[in-house]
């Protein structure tokens, strides 16, 4: 039997050699490869001896040859093959090894060249390993790592690798080749291209939206079933992806996770993650029905829960800080479908050991990352219509105090323009339209997905009504222009002392010149955030 080994990253591969040695599989390879394997004391055949032709081209030019893919492609159930590679003496390979040139993470470095990027686009490797999968009944192809333990484990059992783990690897192997052509297609299609195809060592520009945009991704498990339970469904990730999302967590303990408990944890994830202060994000039906930032999570949570004792029964919680004790103690007290933190402290995680099915979820919160191209494709935001698609860049936009411009006569206290930082970054993560009552750095009443926004701003103050909570003197954030003065009348007979909004309506002016005559402050915000 016969190995050939050809790798970009080595970990790993010279404890694979051995093992492949100790069976008396005989060794092939390239480049630093095959030194590696050498200077290890391992047997090794350079792949140039077997075909009896050098490398060449600064090596684009080592693998691409038939007593290469003659070795890997013929059947060995079928005489005419094995007679042909007699005729022309061709040795099987029976064990092949690559993982490819490192395009992906060559092309997230900052200031990526064209050339750099064309020069890690492999083109032996991708052929051998197709070669190889092809023909997986007689030949194991391993193009990750991770992939070594369970073939030296099977050889060692029992002299061969089984049929069951040879087709998973040849699996794993087209996979592997379609997330890498993927990436390929998605960066090269983006190269911004005027009158000159960019060249030397300045990085090209390149576009958030490529001529071809290539899903990749990977199946982490079945879900029980969809939204309803008529409807199939199963949780996908990204193949690279963003550091600090949903789908890196590690579950804790509980129940399975359900598509609506994902679809809603990811809601409050989301939202909870936006803020720097130590804050608690309380969702149900994917809008966040009680967010507050505090002192400490037992502080912010007890704010939040105050907002809507009611729609949080089963809701989705999330922290942006450690869970402890105290706060895990407050929590307890309620029925949680899903509870979210960056971690755990011990005693916290011992609270929720009676409530076996309480799922917990540790998060790591995000703490840099690749380029800005990296950094936008992973930002994506993606929603599927009949038979396309629409992406766009995430709604990530931050505001401060220097965007907002105050339109009224009555300026807003130093008090009330933190709070409408905070009542703006609340409405950015409800369903338009959005109105949203805050105080103090807590929601106060939150109004969601109505058609009409004055129902949006009745329904958050009949909210703040049911929790016995007084808007007098709040503040109120809605995610879109006031398109007549009514919507703004709405908020300031509910209590309402100081209004943010996008502006830009036809009748700006009829709104702020009623805010004038309410006595309150307005300002704009200049940008809308509108929630589909």
């Known amino acids: 039997m016969n190995a050939l080994l050809s790798v970009s990253d080595k970990t790993g591969i010279?404890?694979?050699?051995?093992?492949?040695?100790?069976q008396g599989i005989k060794l092939l390879s390239t480049g630093g490869t095959a030194k590696l394997l050498a200077d290890n004391g391992l047997p090794v055949t350079e792949v140039a001896e077997m075909t009896g032709f050098p490398e060449m081209l600064d090596g684009r030019?080592?693998?691409?040859?038939?007593?290469?893919?003659g070795g890997l492609l013929a059947r060995r159930d079928f005489p005419a093959h094995m007679a042909a590679l007699a005729e022309h003496n061709i040795d099987t390979i029976d064990v092949l090894v690559v993982n490819l040139y490192p395009f992906e993470s060559t092309v997230a470095k900052p200031g990526c060249t064209l050339e750099d990027a064309i020069e890690n686009i492999d083109i032996g490797g991708p052929a051998m390993v197709r070669s190889a999968a092809k023909n997986w009944k007689d030949v194991a192809v391993l193009t990750d790592a991770s992939q070594y333990a369970t073939v030296i484990a099977e050889l060692k059992a029992a002299g061969k690798v089984s049929d069951?783990?040879?087709?998973?690897l040849s699996v794993a192997a087209f996979n592997r080749i379609s997330q890498y052509d993927g990436a390929i297609s998605d960066y090269l299609s983006a190269v911004q291209i005027g009158d000159d195809v960019p060249a030397g060592d300045a990085a090209p520009q390149l576009d958030l939206f490529p001529g071809q945009a290539n899903g990749r991704f990977v199946k982490l498990q079945d879900l029980r079933y969809g939204e309803n339970s008529h409807q199939q469904a199963a949780l996908y990730r990204d193949l690279f992806p963003a550091p600090g999302s949903l789908v890196t967590a590690v579950q804790l303990q509980g129940k399975e996770l359900s598509y609506n408990n994902l679809a809603d944890a990811d809601a409050a994830w989301e939202c909870v993650k936006s803020f720097s202060?130590?804050?608690?994000?309380?969702?149900?039906?994917?809008?966040p029905c009680g967010v507050a930032v505090g002192t400490d999570p037992l502080n912010a949570y007890s704010k939040a829960f105050q907002t809507d004792p009611t729609s949080a029964f089963g809701g989705i919680i999330a922290f942006n800080r450690p869970l402890d004790e105290q706060a895990a103690q407050q929590v307890s007290k309620q029925f949680v479908e899903v509870l979210m933190a960056p971690d755990f402290t011990p005693e916290a995680l011992e609270v929720f050991k009676s409530k076996v099915n309480v799922r917990i979820l540790k998060i790591s919160l995000p703490v840099g990352g690749d380029s800005a191209w990296a950094q936008g494709r992973n930002a994506m935001d993606v929603k599927r219509i009949g038979s396309g698609m629409l992406m766009q860049t995430s709604d990530n936009h931050e505001l401060t105090l220097a965007d907002l411009k105050v339109v009224t006569k009555k300026q807003p206290t130093p008090e009330q323009l933190q709070d409408l930082l905070f009542a703006w970054s609340v409405a950015k993560y409800v369903k338009s339209n959005a109105i949203v009552f805050c105080a103090n750095g807590m929601t106060m009443g939150v109004g969601a997905g109505q058609m009409s926004r004055l129902d949006s701003a009745r329904i958050a103050s009949i909210k703040a009504q049911?929790?016995?909570?007084?808007?007098?003197?709040?503040?109120?954030?809605?995610?879109?222009?006031?398109?007549?003065?009514?919507?703004?009348?709405?908020?300031?007979?509910?209590?309402?002392?100081?209004?943010?909004q996008?502006?830009?309506?036809?009748?700006?002016?009829?709104?702020?010149?009623?805010?004038?005559?309410?006595?309150?402050a307005m300002v704009f915000s200049g940008v809308r955030h509108f929630r589909h």
């Not at 030019?61 to 007593?67: F, Q, W």
């Not at 202060?277 to 809008?287: D, G, L, P, R, W």
């Open 466 to 500: 049911h929790a016995n909570l007084s808007l007098a003197g709040t503040v109120v954030a809605s995610d879109a222009f006031f398109p007549f003065r009514d919507g703004l009348d709405v908020v300031v007979d509910a209590g309402a002392t100081c209004v943010i």
């Open 164 to 168: 069951k783990t040879k087709f998973a």
């Open 61 to 69: 030019v080592k693998t691409l040859h038939p007593r290469v893919h």
């Open 277 to 287: 202060e130590t804050a608690c994000v309380i969702v149900k039906h994917a809008n």
């Open 14 to 22: 010279l404890e694979l050699a051995q093992a492949l040695h100790a």
């Open 502 to 520: 996008p502006g830009g309506s036809m009748r700006d002016q009829e709104v702020i010149d009623a805010a004038d005559e309410r006595g309150v």
